[in-house]
């Protein structure tokens, strides 16, 4: 059950466009298209914003965007706004019975 | 609308045993796996521990195994995590989490959290 890696931090203007990454360690990301990405901001409890690799639940932005390579998914967020600034978290599938998350990205927003 | 309201957290010495609680409404609770994710203060998310809808398909961290056990009653809603032989290592905020929907099987993304409930394991 290691930890999947994202990069510890990532900046950007707003406006601008970020991407973190998020690479798997062999039978989770790889292996299905159902990696996860959670919002956190100082203080609250996580929020999905982006399942199974792609998708948006109602009521998340449009720029927020996901998209997987071999063993490494992706987060974008275009059009960065200042409320963007959190803690941003991948997460994958591995079996039934157990769930994986990555060690988190701190985005700071210009 | 979906609430997960956690109970049960607070300071515990080391080797002690605590039992954190998760009360569920707003969703056919017998419908969802449940899982328990913890946050130790300033570090990331670590997924605890995973219960299936009919209490049988359970997982565990590894860091958790043999030490903490999950359980559910579907009855009452709720879903519970028993805590033994704690170390300062477990102190965290302890989310209760509700699963993916079944009908697009399988459960795999963690679509509602409650607000968490903290555990500190101290002297």
């Not at chain 1, 890696?5 to 690479?23: E, F, L, N």
Request: glycine share 12%; net charge neutral.
């Amino acid at each position: 059950q290691s930890a999947l890696t994202q990069p510890a931090s990532v900046s950007g203007s707003p406006g601008q466009s970020i991407t973190i990454s998020c690479t798997g360690t062999g039978g989770d990301v790889s292996t299905y298209d159902y990696v996860s990405w959670y919002q956190q901001h100082p203080g609250k409890a996580p929020k999905l914003i982006i399942y199974d690799v792609s998708n948006r639940p109602s009521g998340v932005p449009y720029r927020f965007s996901g998209s997987k390579s071999g063993n490494t998914a992706s987060l974008t967020i275009s059009g960065l706004q200042a409320e963007d600034e959190a803690d941003y978290y991948c997460s994958s599938y591995v079996t039934a019975t157990t769930r994986v998350f990555g060690g988190g990205t701190k985005l700071t927003v210009l | 609308e979906v609430q997960l309201v956690e109970s049960g957290g607070g300071l515990v010495q080391p080797g002690g045993s605590l039992r954190v609680s998760c009360a569920a409404s707003g969703f056919i609770f017998n419908d969802y796996a449940m899982h328990w994710v913890r946050q130790a203060p300033g570090r990331g998310l670590e997924w605890v521990s995973t219960i299936h809808w009919n209490g049988v398909i359970i997982g565990y961290a590894d860091s958790v195994k043999g030490r903490f056990t999950i359980s559910r009653d579907n009855a009452k809603n709720s879903v519970y995590l028993q805590m033994n032989s704690l170390t300062t290592e477990d102190t965290a905020f302890y989310y209760c989490v509700k699963d993916s929907p079944y009908s697009s099987y399988p459960p795999r993304y963690f679509a509602a959290w409650g607000q968490g409930t903290l555990v500190a394991v101290s002297s």
